[in-house]
Antibody
Framework: QVQLQQWGAGLLKPAETLSLTCAVQ????????WAWIRQPPGKGLEWIGE???????NYSPSLQSRFTISIDTSKNQFSLKSTSVTAADTAVYYC??????????????????WGPGVLVTVS | QSVLTQPPSVSAAPGLKVTISCSGG????????VSWYQQFPGTAPKLLIY???KRSSGIPDRFSGSKSGTSATLAITGLQTGDEADYYC???????????FGGGTKLTVL
């Protein structure tokens, strides 16, 4: 059974650095995309970006300049960092396993396992 | 933040059927597969439907997905009080190279 466990600082001041880590248990990182998704209080889900097990990354165009996703296959972990956070970054941050396939001219991309989420408050 | 369009809320009585729509455009829903997630308060989203019509492991056949053009639909039959939750659709946007989520729909079972 795949389980994602995540941790990181939950209370930050403006301009500080956000740093979260997600550890994958029950499977290796191989062949999957590993994503970060956030949800501001009372609002919807927002995809931040992803890292492939080989290290390639892809980010939401609106967030690309502020977030960095990295992977450590030796520890079966991946991480999210953001410098200079603001109150607008207050949200529950989820890590998730992404299944991505391109076939017949169409893309399927969905998240089958999620971490429990970490509330990050910037105040 | 780019979002797909969902109704903010839907409601129906127990035992009945409800549908939740998800509207996008030609570069996302119109040309790619759609997934659906169920989220209870204070918990992580759970995958219900992927590849537009396939149910995730353990999801009862009361839940089904479909798509027509640039709009997708989640249908839930035989509504139960335990189905009360927020539901989100999602699809890859080929033009923006990003995953889009819907704004979410709150289901109330009256």
């Amino acid at each position: 059974q795949v389980q994602l466990q995540q941790w990181g600082a939950g209370l930050l001041k403006p301009a500080e650095t956000l740093s979260l880590t997600c550890a994958v248990q029950g499977d290796s990182l191989t062949d999957y995309y590993w994503a970060w998704i956030r949800q501001p209080p009372g609002k919807g889900l927002e995809w931040i970006g992803e890292v492939f097990y080989r290290g390639g990354t892809n980010y939401s165009p609106s967030l690309q300049s502020r977030f960095t996703i990295s992977i450590d296959t030796s520890k079966n972990q991946f991480s999210l960092k953001s410098t200079s956070v603001t109150a607008a970054d207050t949200a529950v941050y989820y890590c998730a396993r992404g299944q991505y396939t391109f076939r017949s001219g169409s893309t399927t991309y969905y998240f089958d396992y999620w971490g429990p989420g970490v509330l990050v408050t910037v105040s | 933040q780019s979002v797909l369009t969902q109704p903010p809320s839907v409601s129906a009585a127990p035992g009945l059927k409800v549908t939740i729509s998800c509207s996008g455009g030609p570069s996302d829903v119109g040309n790619n597969f759609v997934s659906w997630y169920q989220q209870f308060p204070g918990t992580a989203p759970k995958l219900l439907i992927y590849d537009t019509i396939k149910r995730s492991s353990g999801i009862p056949d009361r839940f089904s997905g479909s798509k027509s053009g640039t709009s997708a639909t989640l249908a839930i039959t035989g509504l139960q009080t335990g189905d009360e939750a927020d539901y989100y659709c999602a699809s890859w946007d080929t033009s923006l190279n990003t995953e889009k989520f819907g704004g979410g729909t709150k289901l109330t079972v009256l």
